[in-house]
C-alpha cells in the first residue's frame, strides 16, 4: 500500500521567516504533485515534479524531489499572509497507475 | 470556459435517505475520479473512471454508488449504508500531460447528515 506522509501537520510562523513542508513516500515513484486548499476550497495544483533532482519554484515556493530518498520538500521563503492555506503532496506510485495517493496535510499559518 | 461543476455547494441529509452528488466536465478528459475529505485530514478515493461505462472501487467505496452513462458526466450517490457520510466531496478529471497525472478539481460539495 502506498503511504505518503507530510510533516509538519500544522505550521504557524511569522510574515518574513523561512521554512520547509517535507513529504515522505513509501514506494518507488518519479512524480509527485504540491497542491494548495483554501479554507472551504477545492485544490489548486501548484507543482508536479517528474524525475529525480526535479526543482521547480514559483513566487516564495520552491519544490523539490529526490526520489532515490522518496522525499519531496516546498521551502517558503520570507512568508507573506497569502500563503496560508493547506499543502498537500500526492504520489502516484507503479502499482497505483494513475490514482494518485495524497498526504494529509500541512495547515499553514501565516500570522503579521 | 472549461471546468468541472460540482452541484450542489451545500447539501443536507437525514439519516436512512439516499443523495445524489453531481459532477459535470467539459474539458473531455477520459478519467474522472471521487474523493471524500474529512477535517484536518487528507483527500480519500471512493471510486474513478477511465472510460464511460467502466468504474473501480478506490480506498473507501462502501456505502457509495457511481455511474459513468456520459464522458461529461460521473455522478455519485451517497447510500444510507454509508454510516458516517458528513464530508467534504471533491470531484477531479484527470489528463497527462508531458508524463504528468494533472487533476482538475471541481469546487466541492458539502454533505450534512442531521
Redesign the interface.
Known amino acids: 500500500e502506498l503511504k505518503?506522509e507530510q510533516n509538519p501537520?500544522f505550521l504557524s510562523m511569522q510574515e518574513g521567516k523561512n521554512y520547509t513542508i517535507y513529504c515522505n513516500y513509501s514506494t518507488t515513484s518519479d512524480?509527485l504533485?504540491w497542491y494548495r486548499q483554501d479554507p472551504?476550497?477545492?485544490?489548486?495544483?501548484l507543482f508536479?515534479l517528474?524525475s529525480n533532482g526535479a526543482v521547480k519554484q514559483e513566487g516564495r515556493l520552491m519544490a523539490s524531489l529526490d526520489t532515490k530518498a522518496r522525499l519531496s520538500t516546498l521551502h517558503i521563503t520570507a512568508a507573506v499572509h497569502d500563503l496560508s492555506a493547506t499543502y498537500?503532496c500526492?504520489v502516484?506510485g507503479e502499482t497505483s497507475g494513475?490514482?494518485?495517493?495524497?498526504?494529509?496535510?500541512t495547515?499553514l499559518t501565516v500570522n503579521p | 470556459d472549461g471546468g468541472i461543476t460540482q452541484s450542489p455547494k451545500y447539501l443536507f441529509r437525514k439519516e436512512g435517505q439516499n443523495v445524489t452528488l453531481s459532477c459535470e466536465q467539459n474539458l473531455n478528459h477520459d478519467?474522472m475520479?471521487w474523493?471524500r475529505q474529512d477535517p484536518?485530514?487528507?483527500?480519500?478515493?471512493i471510486y474513478?473512471s477511465?472510460i464511460v461505462n467502466d468504474f473501480q472501487k478506490?480506498d473507501i467505496a462502501e456505502g457509495y454508488s457511481v455511474s459513468r452513462e456520459k464522458k461529461e458526466s460521473f455522478p455519485l450517490t451517497v447510500t444510507s449504508a454509508q454510516k458516517n457520510p458528513t464530508a467534504f466531496y471533491?470531484c477531479a478529471s484527470?489528463r497527462?500531460v508531458?508524463?504528468?497525472?494533472?487533476?482538475?478539481?471541481?469546487?466541492?460539495s458539502?454533505l450534512t447528515v442531521l
Not at chain 2, 508531458?98 to 466541492?108: P, Q, S
Open positions: 505518503v501537520l512524480r504533485y472551504g476550497k477545492s485544490l489548486e495544483s508536479v517528474l498537500f500526492a502516484d494513475s490514482r494518485l495517493t495524497f498526504g494529509e496535510g495547515q | 478519467a475520479y474523493y484536518g485530514q487528507g483527500l480519500r478515493l474513478y477511465q478506490g471533491l484527470q497527462w508531458d508524463g504528468a497525472n494533472v487533476l482538475t478539481f471541481g469546487a466541492g458539502r
